[in-house]
């Protein structure tokens, strides 16, 4: 089998991991935990998101993290921009407060579409076309995150043809990058495999990544079963923070922890030290009251103790 020697791992925690946050998270605990995970050795981070507080209150500090970060050369820092108004102030800092890449987001099914941002895939494609053309022009990357690839809680299962579609339009509208995401975590490795293959009609495989969440235990089967095609990018959040405000019961993404375990232990580089992302995980599992979620983070941080 031959896998990636490398692998590149945007931690989502920032951003994806906190928006789902009931209490607020203070401004400062977000920096140290961005802080953290660029000290660890993490060359992409997704910090926050422009969207409106009215529907998202954990991101309304939003112009306050960009201000606040303190950046190290080399590390892409991303923002989530589901529409021109939270563009527009996106950019509207300085210039060094800029994101250094921009994500906008689809569904590959219809009704999730409509529950998550009010409208039918076409229609948010339309929405993200101006956003697509706004960010290049002024030479901010863009990535698209595909939601529902492999499941939907209220559709079921997403046939992979659904992903092409998706994929299709992501690339029509100038998207350079796309995400899988098996948003609710209800992907099984071969379940995986088919959405991915469905995505790679439309783009290389170093345009894709994946983006798995352990509902039921099975995010690092579908690391492990997109390493086998090749996929050396993937989205994971420190101490597994996050889940889908809009699907009951979908718990956090895959732990940064868990994936870099996996990774090192295949020999498999990403330029992280898993001690400080383990400290990083600490540091916010803390500050929000509650244990780290990843297995990994667990078990060595009780080998400390002991």
């Known amino acids: 089998m031959n896998y990636p020697t ?16 009931k209490q607020p998270v203070p401004t400062d605990i977000k920096l140290g935990l961005i802080h953290r995970l660029q000290d660890a050795g993490l060359k992409e981070i997704e910090v926050t998101s422009f969207v409106s ?16 970060i303190q950046r190290k050369p080399g590390v892409r820092y991303s923002v989530l921009t589901p529409n021109m108004k939270g563009f527009e102030a996106a950019v509207a ?15 590959a099914s219809e009704a999730f579409s ?23 022009a002024k030479g901010i990357y863009v ?6 690839t492999v499941g939907c809680p209220y559709e079921g299962d997403i046939a992979p043809s659904r992903v092409d579609m998706l994929a299709g339009l992501m690339k029509g509208i100038g998207v350079q990058h796309v995400g899988v995401a098996d948003t609710i975590g209800v992907g099984t490795p071969l ?45 994971a959040s420190s101490a597994g923070l996050g889940g889908c405000p809009y699907a009951k019961g979908a718990t956090g993404n895959v732990a940064t922890e868990d994936v870099v375990y996996l990774l090192h232990g295949m020999g498999i580089e990403t330029g992280i030290d898993l001690d400080k992302l383990i400290d990083a995980g600490a540091y916010i599992s803390e500050a929000l009251g509650r244990k780290p979620v990843s297995r990994a983070a667990t078990a060595i941080l009780n ?4």
């Open 6 to 21: 490398r692998v590149k791992i945007v931690d989502v925690g920032p951003r994806d991991g906190l928006q789902n946050e």
């Open 53 to 68: 507080p009215k529907w998202v209150p954990q991101m309304a500090d939003n112009a306050q993290v960009m201000h606040g």
């Open 93 to 107: 800092a300085p210039r060094e407060e800029w994101p250094d890449e921009i994500v906008v987001f689809g569904a």
């Open 114 to 136: 409509q529950k998550n941002i009010n409208c039918s895939i076409a229609e948010s494609i339309e929405r993200f076309a101006p956003v697509v053309e706004a960010a290049r």
């Open 143 to 148: 990535r698209g995150a595909m939601s529902c």
């Open 191 to 235: 379940k995986v495999q088919r959405a991915l293959e469905a995505t790679l009609k439309h783009y290389r495989l170093d345009d894709i990544s994946g983006h798995y969440h352990d509902t039921y235990g099975q995010a690092i089967g579908n690391t492990l079963a997109s390493l086998e095609m090749g996929v050396w990018q993937f989205d």
């Open 303 to 306: 080998k400390r103790i002991a």
